[in-house]
């Protein structure tokens, strides 16, 4: 199974003395998780699921990658929101079918963590962007690198004309 780990959005900044947990992505931020969706779904195949944080600038960012996929969310998971590799682990073994790529919309430093746990590589997981990779033996958490894509390269991608999706 491949992983995807996309990093949310440009967001708000958290009002003083508020809670981070209610950031809303920026209009730019809007504009950018959408472009780079759209790169993001061509270099996605096979069956698909798309699982996100609930707070709100990861359930928009993941809002533009299921329009982008023409999919639907299939789960807000807290362990993504705080973090708990192991019990998303858990979840996406006990899953009755396994998807061929499964996508998970968060947080830093959460992401950088995870991936650099899973690949043993040290990766500037930026806003927007996402890092892809091929998961090991069922049982254990190791993986290959496959690609980290910024922002930007997703969104070139999506713009370019004439390549096929491979969906």
């Known amino acids: 199974m491949d992983l995807i780990l996309v990093r949310h959005a440009e967001a708000e900044d958290a009002p003083t003395g508020g809670t ?14 959408a472009a780079m969706a759209q ?14 944080s609930p707070l709100p600038r990861a359930r928009q960012t993941a809002e ?34 396994r998807p061929d790529t499964l996508i998970l919309v ?8 995870w991936a650099e746990r899973l690949t ?4 500037p997981i930026k806003k927007a962007s996402a890092v892809a990779m091929h998961l090991g033996a069922e049982g254990n958490l190791a993986a290959k690198l496959l690609w980290y894509a910024h922002p930007d390269a997703l969104a070139n991608l999506g713009r ?8």
């Open 120 to 123: 043993g590589v040290v990766l």
């Open 160 to 167: 370019r004309k004439g390549i096929p999706s491979r969906r």
């Open 20 to 33: 981070d947990d209610a950031r809303q992505l920026t209009g730019h931020g809007r504009k950018v998780a």
């Open 39 to 52: 790169g993001l779904a061509l270099c996605v195949e096979g069956r698909t699921l798309l699982w996100t």
């Open 106 to 113: 968060g947080h830093q430093p959460h992401l950088g963590l």
């Open 64 to 97: 533009r990658v299921a329009h982008a996929l023409e999919m639907d969310i299939d789960r807000e998971h807290d362990a993504i929101a705080v973090g708990d590799l192991d019990a998303l682990h858990a979840d996406w073994r006990s899953l009755a079918r």
